[in-house]
Structures are given as structure tokens and as C-alpha cells.
């Protein structure tokens, strides 16, 4: 029981760490309109983005228990996106390759690199390259 | 200015992942990002400036298998 007890406090512990270190990094690194929400009791911070040509998005990055995932909101992906050449999951998530699933270890690299990834995206509205 | 930006952005992250650098100690070579989300090459960062910035893994993105 004391084992089971520890493993809980444990992981709250834990992730009460992670919520607070994640809300001052996103207050430091992310754009001011960032906002923390709950979606299908997951935590993640929604965040807007514009690329250098001037498109706009909306991304939803989440700690899913073993790295930070991002998720494209909006706009919805065009029907003829080749999702495999824009790097995303069919879920909509950006497939950031630094692990098999696809995240990254902390919420500012993730944020940093779905800033890349818009300006590739864009790009690829584009052109029909993925620029990076 | 933002082709510019783009165009100096794509020769920084291909030199790097040709040297197999994801994440360069030399400034002119770092990608950084600012909270507005507007991209900076590190040789344009002023030092106070720097505790803003997030710096870009420039590991090549996969392909999303899902």
C-alpha cells in the first residue's frame, strides 16, 4: 500500500512540476495570446502563429506522457496535402522525428519547432516542396 | 523581407543537417525563435535578447507514420 501511495504522490508530484515549469516557459517563450486548456482531460497550451508569408495558424502543444506533441487546429489540412511529405501523423499531430512517436522533450523546443515547421508548411502551400 | 528570412533560413538548416549539426554552438548557425514567433539566425541575436528566444532543433522532421 505505502509503495502504491509513494508511486501516486510520486507521480503527481511529478507532474505538478511539469504543469508549473511548462506555464513559466510558455509565459517566457510563447506568444502572449497562449492559453492553457483541457481537451478530453488533456493539458496543452493554444497557441497562435504566423509564418514569414503571412499565413496564420492555430497549435495545440500537450505533454502526452513521454514527450510534447503539437497538433495543427487550424487551418484544416487541404485535402491534397500529402501528409507524409508535411511531416504529419493523419491525426493532425507534426511528426517532429526526434523519437518514435514523433515529439519532443520539452515544451519550448516543441514550440520552437512548429515555428520551423509553419514556414515549411507555407512553403509547401506554395511551391508543393516542404521547405525544411 | 519575409523570402529574405526563408531563403537565409533553408541554407542555415541544410548546411547544418549536411554537417549532421542539429544543434550548432557557432551563432551565425543557430535558428532561434522569438514568443511572436518570428525567426532569427543567432549572429542577429543581441545578448539580451537571448532568455526570450527558443532555439530551433534542426534534426530533419519525419514522416509521420500514423
Same mark, same amino acid.
Given at each position: 500500500m505505502r509503495d502504491v501511495l509513494s508511486t501516486v504522490v510520486q507521480a503527481f508530484g511529478s507532474a505538478s512540476a511539469r504543469t508549473l515549469r511548462d506555464r513559466a516557459s510558455a509565459e517566457i517563450h510563447m506568444?502572449?495570446?497562449?492559453?492553457?486548456?483541457?481537451?478530453?482531460?488533456?493539458?496543452?497550451?493554444?497557441?497562435?502563429?504566423?509564418?514569414?508569408?503571412?499565413?496564420?495558424?492555430?497549435?495545440?502543444?500537450?505533454?502526452?506522457?513521454?514527450?510534447?506533441?503539437?497538433?495543427?487546429?487550424?487551418?484544416?489540412?487541404?485535402?491534397h496535402v500529402d501528409a507524409h511529405a508535411c511531416h504529419l501523423f493523419s491525426d493532425g499531430r507534426i511528426c517532429f522525428g526526434q523519437s518514435d512517436a514523433g515529439g519532443m522533450p520539452t515544451l519550448t523546443s516543441a514550440y520552437a519547432k512548429s515555428v520551423l515547421w509553419v514556414n515549411g508548411y507555407s512553403v509547401y502551400l506554395r511551391t508543393s516542396m516542404f521547405a525544411f | 523581407m519575409s523570402q529574405t528570412v526563408l531563403d537565409k533560413l533553408h541554407d542555415v538548416v541544410l548546411d547544418n543537417r549536411q554537417r549532421?549539426?542539429?544543434?550548432?554552438?557557432?551563432? @551565425? !548557425?543557430? #535558428?532561434?525563435? %522569438?514568443?511572436? @514567433? !518570428?525567426? #532569427?539566425?543567432? %549572429?542577429?541575436?543581441?545578448d539580451d535578447e537571448r532568455p526570450q528566444l527558443s532555439e530551433v532543433h534542426q534534426a530533419v522532421f519525419a514522416a509521420g507514420q500514423g
Open positions: 506568444p502572449a495570446a497562449t492559453r492553457c486548456l483541457v481537451v478530453d482531460s488533456v493539458r496543452g497550451w493554444l497557441y497562435p502563429l504566423c509564418s514569414e508569408p503571412g499565413d496564420h495558424y492555430l497549435l495545440f502543444a500537450y505533454f502526452d506522457g513521454s514527450a510534447y506533441q503539437v497538433k495543427v487546429v487550424s487551418p484544416a489540412l487541404e485535402d | 549532421r549539426d542539429d544543434r550548432p554552438r557557432e551563432k @551565425g !548557425r543557430q #535558428v532561434l525563435v %522569438d514568443p511572436s @514567433g !518570428r525567426i #532569427v539566425i543567432g %549572429d542577429a541575436v543581441q
